[in-house]
């Protein structure tokens, strides 16, 4: 620690620590443009010069070091004279449409104008203009606004890890923009709109939509992501307008997903559903929720109590589902589950308390090494990507097992692309075993004496073996596998030979509370196994119910065999939808569709993959008669005549639930869980690898139209399959392919991507045309049919 001198006040500080930084954390005004705190110091705007005692010229704070006995003066004539010139500069050719510039009332530029600023200008030339580059359908450009402070040049090539954006050109001939004509494809991009300190770059989506003195703010959790990213809505006369990032250091720093950021306009969507409503005599009609309501009880009390089901979705919050498996468990069915993209269940009694990380979110940064299974983290969990990046600059060895050679952020130490994961892990648990001295059960060199091991096997666990603070990661695309058991199973073992936290990625925003709240076939809240488990989600729909109830889904969509699950619907005699949107499938399938709120306008709670519970309020009222679906099962409870349905606030079912789960907690470091024997398969045929798409991943993400026109999003709508596929095919990237699969067809057309393994074909689910398609599917060329 040194000692330094700030207008003529001492203040204590780490030798080295930047100028500004202290005066930062002091409370001590600096203005500024170009220097940010996640961002490197590019000391390129100079509106920040101090005056330094003994320095012959005003210094820039953001690159000034401080030393022992250091004398700065922030508001010496000296620094006051540096700065107002500065400003000067940046105003010669900034244009004077304040007015009707999205940035306007909450402009840093505006802002410090007013504080350094003269009234009146001695540049009498013309000013530049620059004109505007399409960057995609999130960001909007005025690049005549631009001050060249780079910071959304230094965010991609540091936080987001593409160098998308750059600077051509010198003096005031320079231009921000991309290198090549194209849009942003980071799944972080937005961030951008935050960096920028002028009306350069603002949100696309909310152009010319309001301004910021005409709306309020209110803080929320994001609805998407396992992190739980903190956000702040901007609300104008109970609309919600924009939302921006809310700083949690420990959870989501300053930066948020496109995803979260983007996700509102399916709010609004034109389908959403605004009241009760009932189908008679094939029929559907609007009505009251008195009549609603009764007409629900009446036909479910037809039902035997052990043919109903309940699906609900994993973004749905921890007292709705709660209140559902309590609704569910005293009509006398243990049906109930959110598992929709998983199917195999062989093993859910050894399962941890919930899907849990193994560590602090922010612990990850810290990681030496890191093998990421089964999982297109970059989309699945960007900001999880983004904790992983950030260990990869630290100087860890990021490695992966997957199924396509996708493109990451980071710089990839070791890597395996295949679709045959058991043998593959199998042979990393055994490389492991070479060098593991430790005492081991017999029953694990007995399941792999017979596995042979490859060179890309052994590196991989030698990595891990040297490593002292190792992660393993199990992605969505591992809990997909119809042998996710034994990859589980084999992933645990590798982290216990490896010594290194074993965890998972997550899936939706609130996979983890509906663990604890009980929403399983086999759990009940808390965790407490039930005598006679229920039927799993996939079980349910394969083997049939005559009663279905589905919180917040769209089966056809948000189930890996959409085909399945529709047929099971339709042919059900009664099922219930509590659901925010009105779909011609679901108008098909249900018999009542009752509305609810959806993302922010509702309360509730979400428990994200690190286990930290995040409760929210309501923001805007829901629209029309929709009301909170934890207010619904509430209800429903009471006309069962259950007991304990008498909650007359969210926070009361929240308290009841954590009370019940008392002091557990998740541990992932259990016992040696060693299956009795490894499931291998050969794939036969072509094989369908399936995705869940980022844009894809639930109903308000679907309805968000900035996101869909993305380039994430447009892929999704192709069958991909590589050169060496395509070429057997005789197809090209102007061709269709028809797919079928039993006595389903349909065509796509063809995208040549070369991260693909042979014999494999890469169909997105999430797509209506494409809805309950896996496993092996037959590909033949076509000239007709439209994609």
């Known amino acids: 620690m040194v000692t330094i001198e700030i207008d003529g006040k001492s203040y204590q500080a780490e030798a080295g620590q930047m100028l500004i930084e202290v005066t930062d954390n002091h409370g001590i005004h600096i203005p500024r443009f170009c220097y940010h705190k996640k961002l490197s110091v590019a000391a390129n705007c100079r509106m920040c010069l101090v005056d330094v005692e003994k320095a012959p010229k005003p210094l820039p704070a953001c690159a000034t070091p401080i030393m022992d006995g250091m004398k700065i003066f922030t508001r010496s004539e000296k620094a006051l004279i540096a700065q107002k010139s500065v400003m000067e500069f940046l105003l010669i050719n900034h244009p004077l449409d304040c007015p009707v510039c999205d940035q306007g009332g909450e402009c840093e530029l505006q802002d410090v104008a007013i504080g350094y600023g003269k009234d009146l200008s001695r540049y009498q030339e013309a000013k530049r203009v620059v004109f505007n580059k399409n960057i995609g359908p999130l960001i909007a450009t005025e690049m005549t606004r631009c001050i060249h402070c780079t910071r959304c040049v230094r965010f991609g090539q540091e936080i987001g890890g593409i160098h998308e954006l750059g600077a051509t050109g010198r003096g005031e001939h320079t231009q921000i923009g991309t290198y090549i004509e194209h849009s942003l494809s980071s799944e972080l991009s937005g961030n951008i709109i935050d960096l920028c300190p002028v009306g350069a770059l603002t949100s696309k989506p909310f152009r010319f939509k309001a301004r910021a003195w005409e709306m309020q703010q209110a803080e929320t959790i994001a609805p998407h992501d396992a992190v739980g990213s903190n956000l702040y809505v901007h609300l104008r006369s109970n609309q919600l307008m924009r939302v921006a990032p809310k700083e949690n250091e420990a959870i989501n720093e300053v930066w948020i997903s496109d995803r979260d950021r983007f996700s509102y306009e399916g709010l609004t969507a034109d389908d959403r559903l605004t009241a009760p409503m009932i189908k008679k005599d094939g029929n559907w009609q609007e009505t009251d ?44 069915s243990q049906n109930i589950d959110h598992r929709l993209r998983q199917v195999d269940f062989s093993d859910q009694n050894d399962a941890p308390l919930f899907p849990y990380l193994g560590q602090d979110i922010a612990d990850l940064e810290n990681s030496d090494a890191v093998l990421i299974i089964g999982s297109h983290l970059r989309k699945e969990q960007p900001l999880l990507n983004h904790r992983i990046r950030k260990a990869s600059l630290n100087g860890a060895k990021i490695m992966l097992f997957n199924p396509i050679d996708y493109e990451f952020n980071f710089k990839i130490a070791e890597k395996i692309i295949t679709t045959t994961w058991v043998e593959n892990l199998a042979g990393i648990a055994k490389a492991l075993l070479e060098t593991e001295a430790t005492l081991l059960p017999v029953e694990v060199k007995a399941l792999l004496a017979e596995v042979t091991i490859t060179e890309p096997q052994r590196a991989i666990a030698k990595v891990l073996s040297a490593s002292k603070k190792g992660t393993i990661l199990l992605g969505n695309l591992a809990t997909a596998n119809p042998q996710f058991a034994n990859i589980r199973s084999l992933a645990a073992i590798i982290a216990k030979l490896s010594d290194a936290n074993f965890g998972y990625c997550g899936d939706a925003c609130n996979t983890s509370g509906a663990w604890l709240a009980g929403a399983l076939p086999h759990r009940t809240a808390g ?176 309805r968000a139209d900035a996101l869909q026109n993305t380039i994430d999003a447009k892929i999704t709508k192709t069958a991909h399959i590589n050169a060496k596929l395509a070429n057997q095919l005789n197809v090209n990237e102007t061709s269709y392919i028809q797919v079928k699969q039993d006595e389903i067809m349909f065509t796509l057309a063809v995208t040549i991507n070369d991260q693909l393994p042979d014999n494999a074909v890469l169909i997105y689910a999430g797509q209506n045309i494409t809805a309950g398609w896996h496993g092996q599917v037959e590909l033949s060329a076509t000239t007709e049919g439209k994609a």
Do not use: C, H
């Open 289 to 332: 929720w008195e009549t609603a309501l009764a007409f629900t009880t009446e036909n479910l009390k037809k039902l035997e109590s052990n043919n109903i089901g309940a699906l609900a979705s994993a973004t749905s919050t921890i007292e709705e589902l709660y209140l559902l498996q309590r609704f569910m468990r005293g009509i006398g």
């Open 527 to 702: 965790g407490e196994a039930v005598e006679t488990a229920g039927l799993d989600a996939q079980a349910m729909f394969t083997q049939g119910l005559k009663g279905y109830i589905l919180l917040g889904l769209e089966p056809e969509l948000d189930n890996w065999n959409g085909v399945t699950a529709l047929n099971s619907l339709k042919q059900a005699e009664f099922v219930v939808s509590l659901s925010g949107y009105k779909t011609t499938a679901m108008e098909e399938y249900a018999d009542v569709m009752l509305p609810i709120g959806l993302f922010t306008e509702t309360s509730g709670t979400y428990v994200n993959v690190e286990g930290d519970w995040q409760s929210f309020k309501g923001i805007v009222p829901p629209p029309g008669d929709a009301r909170p679906a934890w207010k619904i099962l509430r209800v429903l409870g009471n006309l069962f005549e259950l007991e304990g349905f008498e909650y007359t606030s969210s926070d009361e079912i929240s308290d009841e639930l954590s009370y019940i789960i008392g002091d557990k907690v998740a541990n992932n470091k259990m016992g040696w869980q060693i299956p009795e024997k490894l499931e291998t398969q050969k794939a036969e045929g072509i094989q369908r690898i399936t995705e869940m798409p980022i844009y894809s991943v639930d109903a308000l993400v679907r």
